[in-house]
């Protein structure tokens, strides 16, 4: 089945650490996001890209980079993580429609992150 | 700044009841809107999508969309206790490149109850 997938599903880290969260696809959408997720803040978008050379930042892109190594992957790093980082990340893929009225997107199981 | 704003919740129903979600939302270019259902701990889950006024009907489910209003709603008809999580409401932006982009309101909690 085409599916978006996450690694790792639960991460424990302490701060200061360098972490990279992955995601791979195999629905053949060219539009790739992240997102975090926090109590009572909802779905908040870190970062996005609409192919492998076309990256741009979100609305709380600040401590985060990312990669888009192929139209399939596209990785988010955390170069320095922090307690507040704790959170639950998605990463999450849209298809292309012509006229861009149609840009449902489709999530991953997500990475639960915990910053000691 | 952008918005969606959902019925806070949590909302309670009884099984074989009717739920009612509702969302606005700011940006009035809006041309794509989402609901997505999200258990405890999992991903959000596509459900619904509707783009033009009206409603649109999906087995128990009905979307209803009011552009002039700025208005999205959910109906779940004959509710099952599986039905009990969280349904986000997602509206693409519009404007110069961002149609790609979806603001997700905070969610509403729905309990339904045996």
């Known amino acids: 089945d085409a599916d978006v997938t996450q690694t790792p599903r639960n991460r424990i880290t302490k701060t200061g650490k360098r972490i990279m969260l992955e995601c791979s696809q195999t629905k053949g959408h060219d539009r790739m996001y992240w997102y975090r997720q926090d109590p009572g803040l909802g779905l908040r978008l870190i970062y996005y890209?609409?192919?492998?050379?076309?990256?741009n930042k979100g609305e709380i892109s600040d401590g985060y980079s990312v990669s888009r190594q192929a139209q399939a992957k596209f990785s988010l790093s955390l170069e320095s993580a922090i307690p507040n980082q704790t959170a639950l990340y998605f990463c999450a893929t849209s298809p292309f429609w012509a006229g861009g009225a149609f840009n449902e997107q489709f999530f991953g199981p997500g990475t639960r992150l915990t910053v000691l | 700044q952008k918005e969606v704003e959902q019925n806070s919740g949590p909302l309670s129903v009884p099984e074989g009841a009717i739920a009612s979600l509702n969302c606005t939302y700011s940006d009035r270019g809006s041309q794509s809107f989402f609901w997505y259902r999200q258990y405890s701990g999992k991903s959000p889950e596509l459900i619904m999508s509707i783009y033009s006024n009206g409603d649109k009907e999906d087995g128990r489910f009905t979307a209803q969309l009011n552009k002039a209003s700025q208005y999205v709603s959910l109906l779940i008809r004959d509710s099952q206790p599986s039905d009990s999580a969280t349904y986000l409401c997602?509206?693409?932006?519009?404007?110069?490149?961002?149609?790609?982009?979806?603001?997700f309101g905070k969610g509403t909690l729905l309990t339904v109850n045996p």
């Open positions: 890209s609409f192919d492998v050379k076309d990256i």
């Open positions: 997602a509206v693409s932006e519009s404007g110069g490149g961002s149609n790609y982009k979806l603001t």
